[in-house]
């Protein structure tokens, strides 16, 4: 008697679904090919990695010059609002007896309160990098300078500062406001600067 696998107890068969493929490995050019795409891929993702990379670091130096630059340069505005007070202080300095023994005890009091004002102000401009431009007796320089007037004075050579009208300050080595002079004429002309220390 032939046994029938379907009849009885005898299990049957199990359906092969399609989707249960065993991954066989391709053939040696599909390998190849495919290698070359999953090459061309990591070098691709490597060279994206190297520029975001370089990006951050970019980012990351501007950061920085911009924090040092904000350091150096940040108090530009209110600098610019204090030298107002400095140049009253000056004018005000200007303005009273340079001989104090013969004055009121009262007012030689006031004419010290007011220099050690006028120093203290500049001791703290000088604390944060705000320096005064020496102008008086240099040659007339144009980026540190602005001539208001010009005045003859054959005793001295020519394009000399004579007078400092308003002083010029410079914060952190960069113009904050240029000193206003007046210019000598008249006089012998400049001698060249010599290159000899």
């Known amino acids: 008697m032939a046994s029938d696998p379907t009849a009885g107890d005898a299990p049957a068969e199990m359906p092969v679904d399609p989707s249960d493929d065993i991954d066989i490995p ?16 990591k070098a691709d993702l490597q060279d994206k990695l190297l520029r975001a990379l370089a990006e951050t670091q970019n980012i990351r130096r501007r950061a920085q010059q911009d924090v040092e630059r904000e350091r150096k340069y940040g108090i530009e505005r209110f600098g610019k609002d204090v030298l107002s007070v400095a140049d009253n202080l000056g004018r005000a300095l200007s303005a009273l007896p340079q001989d104090t023994a013969s004055v009121d005890p009262a007012i030689k009091n006031v004419v010290v309160g007011v220099q050690a004002t006028e120093r203290e102000l500049q001791s703290v401009l000088e604390r944060h990098g705000v320096s005064r431009i020496e102008a008086l007796g240099k040659p007339f320089n144009a980026e540190f300078h602005q001539a208001m007037m010009e005045v003859d004075d054959p005793s001295v050579p020519a394009g000399t500062v004579v007078q400092e009208l308003i002083p ?14 007046a210019v000598s004429r008249g006089g012998p002309p400049p001698r060249p600067a010599s290159n000899e220390n």
């Open 26 to 41: 391709g053939r040696p050019q599909d390998a190849a090919g495919e290698i070359q795409q999953l090459q061309a891929e």
């Open 168 to 181: 010029g300050y410079l914060i952190a080595g960069r113009l904050l406001r240029a000193a206003m002079v």
